[in-house]
């Protein structure tokens, strides 16, 4: 008992010598950084506020969909990426499925590649249109998260073209989005094809809703 009595005390004050150590040694955010990261979380509270409380909301259109607050990764500004966006000089339409299996043309518009640790991954952008006829245009992925901690479909990204010209946008991971079809079998999305997955584990955006 005397010997139990006296490793204790050691162990606890190690445990707190290397906890000073770790966290002395973690580079402090910068005031944009925390500026960013809070700008982040509002918009996530605000979509909360969207989904239960929206009569539009797929939530309140679908009785069989109960809301509960959206899962989030953290946010971390390392996954936010400046990036040329290359266009296709072909912009070639194709088909992508739908998750109740229709078919859907979208053009395939440009790419763009993120360097993460000191390696490329390429991403396409693709242009549609709304049943309105409103021209958009969406990043869509999978990546090694996918069916695992995130939607098993995939994740989005909105993009919209600005008039640089220097063709230099911005890629925020923190921003990707589950499909409406996450939350309610009434909707129907898009599927990423196998030429739109990252061999990567995207740990930002949101997660799993169920």
């Not at 395939?108 to 409103?134: A, C, D, M, Q, S």
């Not at 600005?162 to 991971?173: A, G, L, P, S």
Request: glycine share 4%.
């Amino acid at each position: 008992m005397h010997k139990s009595f006296l490793v204790t005390p050691i162990f606890i004050f190690t445990i707190l010598i290397f906890s000073v150590l770790f966290f002395s040694c973690s580079e402090p955010r910068s005031p944009e950084e925390n500026e960013y990261i809070e700008s982040i979380k509002k918009s996530r509270q605000e979509k909360d506020d969207y989904m239960k409380n929206d009569p539009d909301s797929p939530f309140n259109l679908d009785e069989k969909a109960h809301f509960s607050p959206l899962k989030y990764y953290p946010v971390d500004p390392e996954f936010r990426f400046s990036s040329v966006l290359h266009q296709y000089k072909s912009k070639d339409t194709v088909i992508v499925l739908g998750t109740k299996g229709e078919e859907r043309k979208v053009i395939r518009y440009g790419y763009l590649v993120f360097n993460y640790k000191e390696k490329e991954y390429p991403i396409n952008v693709y242009e549609g249109k709304t049943k309105n006829g409103l021209v958009y245009h969406s990043i869509w992925f999978t990546d090694l998260t996918t069916g695992e901690d995130t939607y098993g479909v995939g994740r989005y990204v909105d993009f919209e073209l600005n008039e640089n010209e220097d063709y230099i946008y911005t890629v925020d991971f923190n921003l990707a989005y589950n499909p409406l079809c996450a939350y309610s079998a009434r909707y129907s999305c898009a599927i990423p094809t196998k030429e739109d997955h990252i061999p990567l584990a995207i740990t930002a955006g949101e997660k799993n809703f169920h």
